[in-house]
């Protein structure tokens, strides 16, 4: 049996608040958001989801109290977008309906009926209007296992934020939301990003000559063309790292002053260099974002997106390509500015281009999994992390389809579905997304082959040059690849 239905009560009465644009870390995810979807960027598939398995009875009435309190707490779970367009506004309104669902799957097939529930959950797009753009559901799988789940938009929420919304959860639920740090207002922290993020003319100055000649070489391109493609469809690659590259990348970012995640990124950076013949590549990462406790205590779309400019010499080591990688990664992050004005200031046609999100400035995309929580242990409650869905055999999710051009780069509209990688927080596992109908299996498969091999050359040999590397790589590879064929 499957009962759904919403809580419509709104959390609180009260007037609505001011009318806001964007703060500066949510840009990058309108400006992508747009592009996706330029009709209603709330169908975009730019989404954090994070789930939870709650063991206990639960209380429907206390449960829905609780999530009456988080949403209080949170101006951003109140936002709701009045004017939709590249320029949004935006006002936490005390007047939004509790978007929660319940549903009841308790049988033989609990697991496979709840998968199959969030999946619907993650697929189904937001509207514009009076709602904001987040949902959750409740799961009963047996009287004292539910599965919650809660689906942001990204320019609401990011993943750091599913921790802290299931933590406040829990504490509404128990009665210790009293003990809870402050959560910072919409109001406080949009003057703290503006003040964090503001514009100068050395950042403007430092984004200009880090990027002057980015777009003066094409980067990698699809071996499919096409006519028209899904532009929201991606297949997903996962693959693991071997244990001794797992360790040897530690021991090489131990001796470059760095993390092996910075370690792995110059592999993925010099992965770049040598499959498209672009000396220097420019990678988009993130951070949380989150300096201080205040940060640390929002539900918001708070993560910081530095890009990294790497330049690879002949004569430059793999322990040297690391060392500046980690220099020129703080370099970005002292300079962040919001998105908007940084690629008016690299591109003189981004005004005129829009939606012209961050996949067209970069070339390529490195990011970590986000941590997906602790374990909460209250009176009566268990409340652990488990995977997001994943799309059963027959559902797929749907988009607008684009026309594919006979050759050259893509347009700004299917530049998201190049390939793009992150590694899980123990950087011992790796997905590659990407367009399977623009990028086909084989091609996929070289190119995780080619960056699993340079980390272990990062991990077992970070004396060598990069010279050595690129005649080992071109024997093994092939530097331009009729699979990835490149426009010269």
Partial sequence: MDVSYQVGQPPSAGNAGDLLRLAPTQEVQWEEMCAESPANPGASRNLVMGCRVFQGRLDDGRFDAAVAGVIRRHDALRLVFEHVGLDPTMRARDD???????????????????????????????????????????????????????????????????????????????????????????????????????????????????????????????????PLVDA????????????????????????????????????????????????????????????????????????????????????????????????????????????????????PAFGASRPWPDVNLVDGIFHSWPHSGDEIVAPGLVVTPVDNPVPPPSETIVGPRRGVPPSGDLPPELAGCRPGLTVSVERDSCVVFFNDQLYSEAAMDRFVAAFTWLAERFASAPDLKVRQVADDFETRFGVIDPVMEQTQ
């Fill in 232 to 347: 929201l469809r991606r297949k997903f690659v996962f693959f693991d790292l071997a244990e001794d590259c797992v360790v040897g990348v530690r021991r090489t970012a131990w001796r470059a002053r760095t993390t092996p995640f910075v370690t792995l990124l110059s592999a993925y950076h010099l992965t770049l260099s040598l499959m498209t013949g672009k000396r220097a590549t420019l990678i988009v990462t993130s951070t949380t974002g989150r300096r201080d406790a205040l940060d640390r205590a929002a539900v918001f779309q708070m993560a910081s997106y530095p890009y990294v400019v790497l330049d690879v010499a002949d004569d430059d080591t793999l322990l040297g390509l690391a060392r500046r990688a980690h220099a020129n990664l703080d370099a970005a992050i002292a300079n962040v500015m919001p998105y908007t004005e940084l690629a008016a200031a690299v591109n």
């Fill in 96 to 226: 939004v309906a509790i978007p929660l669902s319940r549903h009841d799957v308790r049988g033989p097939r609990a697991d496979e009926d709840a998968n199959a529930l969030l999946w619907r959950m993650y697929t189904a797009p937001f509207d514009a209007g009076a709602q904001p753009w987040w949902r959750m559901s409740i799961i009963r799988l047996n009287d004292e296992k539910h599965v919650v789940s809660v689906l942001f938009s990204h320019v609401v929420a990011d993943g750091f934020s599913c921790a802290v919304f299931f933590r406040d959860l829990v504490a509404h639920y128990v009665g210790t939301s009293a003990s809870l740090p402050p959560a910072p207002s919409m109001q406080e922290i949009i003057a703290r990003q503006q003040q964090r993020y503001a514009t100068t003319p050395e950042r403007l100055d430092f984004w200009r000559k880090q990027v002057a000649s980015i777009f003066e070489i094409s980067r990698l391109l699809p071996d499919r063309r096409p």
